[in-house]
């Protein structure tokens, strides 16, 4: 028991470390559902696919596909934004679109290219800002504030 449970766990932690993806042949089986688009300007996350285990573990949109198994996080992808089984009559639900992705084979173009757009369930990293010019403008927002209190 000790054995299956030291097991689980390596396996659990090489699984949070990551960005894991199982994709779903059904939106409703699946926690994101996302329109795959064919330029990458018009997507608001650009994804590179990849099995090389320190890239996928970056999580800066370099993610590995797995056809089973745990997974970070499951995806339903169209082309089709008027895919026939986005809309359950039967069951009436309407599957929305979540996002708009693009993958490329450049993993340098990865990456997300919304101002502010977030899957949700999905790690992300994000950086600070310390250029001259953020920095100008935190103070300047700040200075603004004092002066309006």
Known sequence: MKFFIFILSLCLYSIINAQTVIEMTH?????????????PEDADIVVYKTDKKEEYEEWNCKWKFKKWGFSNFSVYLT?????????????????????????????EEAGYKTPGFQLEG??????????????????KVLDEKKDEE
Not at 82 to 107: A, C
Not at 122 to 139: G, P, Q
Request: glycine share 4%; proline share 3%.
């Open 27 to 39: 939106p409703g089986d699946a926690n994101l559902v996302l329109l795959v688009v064919d330029k």
């Open 122 to 139: 999905v790690l992300r990293k994000t950086s600070t800002n310390n250029s001259k010019e953020a920095k100008e403008s935190k103070k």
């Open 79 to 107: 082309k089709n934004p008027q895919d026939s089984l986005l809309n359950d009559e039967e069951m009436g639900i309407q599957y929305s679109i979540q996002g708009r992705i693009f993958f490329t084979d450049k993993k």
